[in-house]
């Protein structure tokens, strides 16, 4: 595996996270091409999209079937400018690159919402750090493990 899922790993480990990181055959860049290679609803997939919320980062695990409302984020926490973090931002803040960034892993805690919409399946797939890996969780332990407050993003 990729470095990055392998810290990822050791990291879910330490958290009691008893879901393993696994490779998948082909990158998943979007959660379209995960849920097609998990054979799951693509509203499973727990995305990471990271923000630039002032200058600091805010991750959001949104479900694949949502659009982050980023006015009526931006709102509900006080923030003046939310844009989507570019490349550098997002290695910067994580550790990982953009379309593998995990929940988990990163240099220094982030600030993390988790969408409540997650909270309707059992299982939800999340990043393993690396384009081609993902592990199984739940909403309560991707709140859990993220330190994440549950929060209406769409």
């Known amino acids: 595996m990729h470095p990055s899922a392998n810290h990822v790993a050791a990291v ?40 630039d919320a002032d200058a600091e980062p805010l991750l959001i695990m949104t479900s694949g079937a949502h659009r982050v409302d980023t006015a009526k984020v931006a709102a509900r926490l006080g923030i003046t400018s939310l844009r989507r973090a570019d490349p550098e931002f997002v290695r910067a803040s994580t550790g990982q690159a953009i379309g593998g960034v995990a929940p988990v892993g990163h240099p220094r805690p982030v600030r993390t919402l988790v969408d409540t919409w997650l909270d309707k399946y059992d299982v939800v797939w999340a990043a393993g750090g690396h384009s081609r890996t993902v592990f199984p969780t739940s909403f309560a332990e991707l709140t859990r493990i993220t330190g994440g407050t549950p929060a209406d993003v769409g």
């Not at 055959?25 to 799951?40: K, R, V, Y």
């Open 12 to 51: 879910l480990r330490e958290l009691g996270v008893s879901g393993q990181v696994r490779e998948l055959p082909e990158p998943a860049p979007t959660a379209a091409a995960a849920a097609a290679q998990l054979g799951c609803e693509v509203g499973a997939i727990a995305n990471s999209l990271l923000f």
